[in-house]
């Protein structure tokens, strides 16, 4: 059945976009964040897929957000569906404006997910999420350990409060981006911004790309100036003033559950392997 419904996906991918129809939901009060930096916004194509929605850079050749509703239902669901990888050209996009697989191949950096695909409720949205169009070149190190940590964080809170806005981008910054293939720019740090809309708060992760970046909670107030991009422009300065605090990114080891592990205890062995490899940095500088 998974396999039929990336084949799905696949076919659906050369429809053209229909944002108009389908992607305010996925948008605080159907409002699409807005570019702050004027470099980001020429060469954009809005994507809408099932479970979350792009906006694509033809000069980056990644998206530069991806907007999702997460709900309590929708995480739910996401538990029961199974990881199949099927990367692929965004085929609605010019080929001279989209990524390519082989741009990926030995450059070091993997195919990071904006949208996870861990937060797809069905087989055919999960196959969507594979799209280049929602992938940026991300450090191997912060994939599968920090940013899969913060993206099961957020999971685990929209099971918590039930519904959850939340914007993932990439920011370039600095006077040189570097690229892979000489097409794909690669971004400096990423952003995750999430809004509980009945608490009316909200706050972002922002992490570096790199392997020995920590992560910081960012203001939403804030976000723009550092990032770009205004994931909610529909709240106000006073809105976006109320800060949430974030969770402590925490993965979900499903293998582990399975053989009656605490997922407590997993995450509690995480944190001192972390902790002890911060020491370990720590008296290696001191040494040398």
């Known amino acids: 059945m998974l396999r039929a419904g990336v084949v799905a996906a696949l076919l659906a991918c050369s429809l053209p976009a229909t944002a108009a129809e389908t992607c305010p939901v996925f948008f605080l009060d159907g409002t699409q964040p807005v570019l702050s930096n004027p470099k980001l916004r020429g060469e954009t194509v ?41 990367f692929h050209d965004e085929d609605r996009l010019p080929a001279t404006m989209r990524a390519r697989l082989d741009d990926y191949v030995r450059s070091g950096f993997d195919r990071g997910h904006l949208a996870p695909a861990g937060d797809m409720p069905t087989g055919a949205a999960q196959a969507e999420s594979f799209s280049l169009a929602n992938i940026v070149p991300q450090d191997r190190s912060v994939n599968r350990n920090l940013w899969a940590g913060i993206e099961e964080a957020v999971r685990r809170l929209a099971t918590e409060r039930g519904t959850l806005f939340v914007v993932t981008g990439p920011v370039f910054s600095g006077a040189t981006v570097t690229s892979i293939n000489g097409r794909v720019l690669v971004p400096t740090d990423l952003f995750k911004a999430v809004y509980d809309p009945r608490r009316r708060e909200g706050a972002a992760y922002l992490v570096p790309n790199r392997a020995d ?40 080891d499903r293998s582990r559950e399975r053989r009656g592990e605490d997922p407590l205890t997993a995450w509690l062995e995480r944190q001192i392997e972390r902790l002890l490899r911060s020491l370990w940095r720590e008296l290696m500088r001191a040494i040398f």
């Not at 809408?48 to 998206?63: D, E, K, N, Y």
């Not at 960012?218 to 006073?238: I, M, Q």
């Open 213 to 252: 970046g920590e992560w910081r909670q960012v203001p939403l107030v804030e976000l723009a100036a550092l990032t770009g991009v205004d994931p909610f422009p529909s709240l106000s300065p006073t809105a976006k003033a109320q800060v949430m605090t974030l969770p402590e990114p925490r993965t979900y």
């Open 46 to 86: 809005p994507l809408c897929f099932s479970a979350f929605a792009v906006l694509h850079s033809g000069i980056a050749r990644t998206p530069l957000y991806a907007a999702q509703s997460l709900t309590r239902a929708s995480v739910a669901a996401a538990r029961t569906i199974d990881r199949v990888d099927a």
